[in-house]
């Protein structure tokens, strides 16, 4: 688990810190993990808005190329990175959060929000999602993909963010398919299907 310094809400995170391996927090992340009474495994970035105690393992990377974010993820090998507290607060904290998940394709993270979790669209992936649920992609750039279990298909668009976006679709069917032809885009769902996407990034 990554912890940033967003959006929080304490109970949440607790929830998510019992069913992970490590808890790495990204500078001011950590603030808001200690104040929430989790403690970290270890805290990482240029530490310039961390503030309290921390007696454990801190790695200070003081280079202004790259958010504390990107830091976390540069520096921690996992299978699979859940990121809370990267969304909501502050926009263009939010914005760099979706850029750098397309920057890292072979790291799969998935970025949980008080409504909403994303994450960049694999080549392939098939989610469990029920009828009506919402369903969003948006590209980060020139993309095309097909799609299936979708009320309006994706098939045959030429996406990119000046042009035609795929934000508040609808589920048609109980499975969701997604095939990238060219380019990354982000998808959007319901946190309530945190647990299907993680399962459809995982299998």
Same mark, same amino acid.
């Given at each position: 688990?990554? %912890?940033?310094? !967003?959006?929080?809400?304490? =109970?949440?995170?607790?929830?998510?810190?019992? @069913?992970?391996?490590?808890?790495?927090?990204?500078?001011?992340?950590?603030?808001? &993990?200690?104040?929430?009474?989790?403690?970290?495994?270890? %805290?990482?970035?240029?530490?310039?808005?961390?503030? !309290?105690?921390?007696? !454990?393992?801190?790695?200070?990377? /003081? =280079?202004?190329?790259?958010?504390?974010?990107?830091?976390?993820?540069? @520096?921690?090998?996992?299978?699979?990175?859940? !990121?809370?507290?990267?969304?909501?607060?502050?926009?263009?904290? =939010?914005?760099? &959060?979706?850029?750098?998940?397309?920057?890292?394709? =072979?790291?799969?993270?998935?970025? *949980?929000?008080?409504?909403? *979790?994303?994450?960049?669209?694999?080549?392939?992936?098939?989610?469990?999602?029920?009828?009506?649920?919402?369903?969003?992609?948006?590209?980060?750039?020139?993309?095309?993909?097909?799609?299936?279990?979708?009320?309006?298909?994706?098939?045959?668009?030429?996406?990119?963010?000046?042009?035609?976006?795929?934000?508040?679709?609808?589920? /048609?069917?109980?499975?969701?398919?997604?095939?990238?032809?060219?380019?990354?885009? *982000?998808?959007?769902?319901?946190?309530?299907?945190?647990?299907?996407?993680?399962?459809?990034?995982?299998?």
């Amino acid at each position: 688990m990554l %912890i940033g310094g !967003g959006f929080w809400d304490s =109970e949440a995170a607790q929830f998510i810190v019992d @069913s992970v391996s490590a808890v790495i927090c990204a500078d001011s992340g950590g603030s808001a &993990a200690i104040d929430a009474g989790i403690t970290p495994d270890m %805290i990482i970035g240029d530490m310039d808005s961390f503030t !309290g105690q921390f007696d !454990g393992t801190v790695i200070h990377l /003081s =280079e202004q190329d790259s958010t504390d974010f990107e830091k976390c993820l540069y @520096s921690v090998k996992a299978p699979f990175y859940i !990121g809370y507290g990267f969304l909501g607060g502050r926009l263009d904290h =939010e914005l760099a &959060a979706l850029s750098i998940l397309t920057r890292y394709p =072979e790291k799969t993270v998935v970025l *949980i929000g008080e409504k909403d *979790i994303c994450f960049r669209c694999p080549d392939e992936i098939t989610m469990n999602i029920e009828k009506g649920a919402r369903f969003s992609v948006f590209p980060m750039g020139d993309v095309e993909m097909k799609s299936t279990g979708l009320e309006w298909p994706l098939d045959g668009l030429k996406m990119s963010p000046k042009t035609q976006i795929a934000t508040s679709n609808r589920v /048609s069917d109980d499975q969701v398919t997604l095939s990238v032809d060219k380019g990354d885009s *982000i998808v959007m769902v319901p946190l309530a299907y945190m647990d299907a996407v993680i399962a459809a990034l995982t299998s």
